[in-house]
C-alpha cells in the first residue's frame, strides 16, 4: 500500500521523469511477486513503468500502454471480469491512460477512460488516488467539452471543478492547484491560466504547469495572439523537457516547427526533486481523513 501511494504521488507531484523511474517501480514489482502479493498489487506498478516509458519516448505507443512493461490485454487477462480485481485494475490503468491523454491531447482516449471510470464513487481511501482519478478526469472533460464531444462532459468539468474548490477551503494546498487548473480549463482566460502557472511554480508541479502553458499558448493562438502563443508553448515546450516527457517534445516539435529553435537546459531533467514529493505527501497526509470522508 505503501509502495503504491509512492507511484501515485509520484505521477500526481509531477516529480521529473528519469532514466530510474521505471527502474524503481520495476523494483517494487518484484518486490511484490518476492513475498506472494497477488497479480491485483504488482500489476499497478506495470501501469506506472509503462507510463514513464511513454512519457520517455522510450515506446512507440503515447496513450496505449502495450510496451515492454506490459500490454493492456495481458494485463486485464489476469483477471476474472466483473471481479473486483478486474475493475480496480481496470480503473488505476484508466486513470493513468487519462493522464497520458491529457498530456498528448488523445480526445479519443480521454472519452473511453471516462467511461471505464463512470461507475467508480466520488470517494476513495487512498485521498491521492482519488486526486489522480478525478483531475485528470475534469481536466480531460473541459477539452471534450471545448470540441463539442457532448453536453455531459462539461458537466462533469464543473462538478469536479467545485469539489475541489470545497476541498481547497480546508487549506490542501493540492486541492487548490487542482482547482485553480479547472478553472482556468474551464474559464479559458489569461489571468486563470497565469494563476493556474503560478500555483503549479509554487508546488512544482512540473507538469500540471507545462500543461497549462500549453493550453493557454494554444488559447492565444485561437485569438489571432500570436505572440503570446508561441511564448506559452515555448514555455510549456521547456518544462516539458524538465519533466522528461520526451515523447511529448516530439509531439510539439511536429506541430510547431518553431521550438526546434528553442534552447534547452538539459541540467534540470536530469534529477529528482524529493522535496516536491515530500511537500505533496505531507499534503495528502494531514487533510485524507477530512477531505476523503464520505459526507
Known amino acids: 500500500l505503501v509502495a503504491n501511494s509512492y507511484g501515485l504521488s509520484y505521477y500526481l507531484s509531477g516529480v521529473p521523469i528519469t532514466a530510474k523511474t521505471e527502474e524503481e517501480f520495476y523494483i517494487f514489482e518484484k518486490k511484490c511477486q518476492k513475498y506472494n502479493q497477488p497479480p491485483s498489487v504488482y500489476s499497478t506498478f506495470r501501469i506506472y513503468r509503462q507510463l514513464a516509458l511513454n512519457l520517455q519516448g522510450r515506446s512507440e505507443n503515447t496513450t496505449k500502454f502495450d510496451g515492454s512493461a506490459m500490454t493492456e490485454e495481458e494485463l486485464l487477462s489476469n483477471f476474472e471480469p466483473d471481479t473486483p480485481q478486474y475493475k480496480q485494475t481496470l480503473r488505476d490503468l484508466s486513470s493513468c491512460k487519462m493522464m497520458a491523454a491529457c498530456i498528448f491531447g488523445d480526445l479519443p482516449t480521454m472519452e473511453a477512460m471516462i467511461e471505464n471510470q463512470k461507475s467508480w464513487p466520488d470517494f476513495d481511501i487512498l485521498l491521492h488516488r482519488l486526486n489522480m482519478r478525478l483531475l485528470w478526469q475534469a481536466l480531460g472533460a473541459f477539452v471534450l467539452a471545448r470540441a463539442k464531444r457532448g453536453k455531459e462532459y462539461g458537466q462533469m468539468g464543473q462538478k469536479y471543478l467545485k469539489l475541489f474548490k470545497e476541498k481547497s477551503k480546508h ?34 508541479s512540473i507538469h500540471l504547469e507545462a500543461l497549462m502553458n500549453e493550453n493557454c499558448g494554444l488559447y492565444q493562438l485561437k485569438q489571432k495572439k500570436l505572440e503570446y502563443g508561441r511564448s506559452y508553448l515555448t514555455r510549456a515546450y521547456q518544462l516539458y523537457h524538465a ?39 505531507q499534503g495528502f497526509k494531514k487533510y485524507t481523513i477530512e477531505l476523503g470522508s464520505k459526507k
Open 171 to 204: 487549506g490542501n494546498p493540492n486541492a487548490n492547484v487542482a482547482f485553480l487548473c479547472l478553472q482556468a480549463e474551464h474559464k479559458q482566460s489569461k489571468k486563470d491560466y497565469n494563476s493556474a502557472i503560478e500555483a503549479c511554480r509554487v508546488i512544482q
Open 243 to 281: 519533466y522528461g516527457a520526451i515523447a511529448k517534445l516530439k509531439q510539439m516539435d511536429t506541430n510547431y516547427t518553431f521550438l526546434k529553435a528553442v534552447r534547452l537546459d538539459n541540467s534540470s531533467s536530469k534529477k529528482t526533486d524529493g522535496k516536491a514529493m515530500r511537500r505533496q505527501m
